[in-house]
């Protein structure tokens, strides 16, 4: 047993009954899985056509939605089409059709969806990046008296649809059982019901555009660049650098042989998080590789651990950490480094002039 055993989170296959969803499929669910977690967030591939959610918000926590190719080693292979709508309030909201690589901020109290996943030739990366150890949100609805209200939803507190007395433990049944259904009535000449679901909001669609909520959309850049570790091109969300107000910051790097990616550092006040996947999200547990990433609380007194399976490593303040050495690589794997800050900074160890060790503060856009 290792000092930060809790630190270092193999994730689980998760089965599940989802229509249109790749399964097993991986899921980090924030401090249910591991304390004090500040990150919740899935990995979830989209290989059918399907329409999800209705408007709702977040009461005080930013959501990033992203969506991207499965494949990673052909991140840009966008396979399809998906229709989002943003705004201030639900009945007149603003149509987003992505094509390309793109993530969404959703900031507190922003209404969003539903979300329609169209035209799908190849699987397509649904994930849902929720900035607080536990999910949860808020949906409008007409009560039985015909009055507004806002009903709260979240991990721990949702019941089971098929039987109220459970919890309910996001297996998919009741989803996939309303898309079949919607299915057989497609095959009539009359409009499915997921076509009448979402023609209010094609209506909406229809209206002026505002583009209020257009700085909360990214498309990915491609990044070329002469690392021979890593695949090329590249793609990354460097925070305030590509959107004001984010509080987010990673990298998607693709590794592509045995080599070490880093060095010895340590972040002052904000955690970050080292997620190994493989490089296909549609299958996600085909790991074939052996990594070995050091913790410690000081630069002298260093843990090794050993990583083969898909894993997320949770590095607190003033945790030291690094260099990733990936010793051995029989496919190509994805390692996302995880900052949920909108800058980035670090802290090494150097020698001083007088032999005495410093300590060195680099970090984006410091003053020259």
Not at 41 to 67: G, N, R
Not at 217 to 228: G, I, L, P, W
Not at 289 to 305: K, S
Request: charged share 30%.
């Amino acid at each position: 047993m290792g000092k930060f055993d809790h630190l270092v989170f193999t994730i689980p296959k998760e089965f599940h009954k989802w229509y249109g969803f790749a399964s097993p499929r991986g899921f980090f669910r924030g401090t249910t899985m591991m304390p004090k977690a500040k990150v919740y967030m899935d990995f979830t591939s989209i290989t059918k056509e399907l329409a999800m959610e209705v408007p709702h918000t977040h009461h005080a926590v930013d959501e990033y939605i992203v969506l991207t190719g499965a494949d990673m080693n052909n991140f840009f292979d966008f396979g399809g089409e998906v229709d989002m709508w943003l705004g201030d309030d639900p009945l007149r909201m603003e149509m987003f059709h992505i094509t390309e690589p793109t993530i969404i901020r959703i900031p507190p109290k922003l209404y969003h969806c539903p979300l329609n996943f169209k035209n799908i030739k190849k699987p397509i990366v649904f994930s849902a990046i929720y900035l607080d150890g536990d999910w949860s949100k808020v949906t409008p609805i007409i009560n039985a008296e015909g009055q507004e209200e806002f009903r709260y939803d979240g991990a721990g507190v949702r019941r089971c649809v098929k039987d109220r007395a459970k919890e309910c433990v996001y297996c998919g049944q009741c989803f996939s059982e309303k898309m079949k259904e919607f299915a057989e009535k497609a095959k009539d000449d009359a409009p499915p019901p997921q076509a009448e679901l979402l023609k209010p909001y094609y209506e909406m669609a229809k209206l002026p555009r505002t583009g209020k909520f257009d700085k909360y959309v990214y498309t990915f850049k491609k990044e070329y660049h002469d690392d021979e570790r890593f695949l090329s091109p590249r793609a990354g969300f460097r925070g305030t650098s590509e959107m004001e107000e984010s509080r987010l910051r990673y990298l998607y790097d693709i590794v592509q042989k045995e080599c070490t990616v880093g060095e010895l550092h340590m972040h002052h006040a904000v955690e970050e998080y080292l997620f190994f996947t493989g490089a296909d999200i549609t299958y996600f547990f085909e790991f074939d590789a052996e990594i070995e990433v050091q913790l410690g609380e000081d630069p002298d007194h260093m843990e090794t651990y050993t990583i083969t399976e898909p894993t997320v490593i949770r590095v607190p303040p003033k945790m030291w950490h690094g260099p990733v050495t990936f010793k051995r690589v029989g496919a190509p794997i994805c390692f996302m480094p995880f900052y949920p800050s909108g800058e980035y900074g670090s802290i090494v160890r150097e020698p001083g002039a007088d032999g005495t060790p410093v300590f060195i503060y680099k970090g984006t856009d410091l003053p020259k």
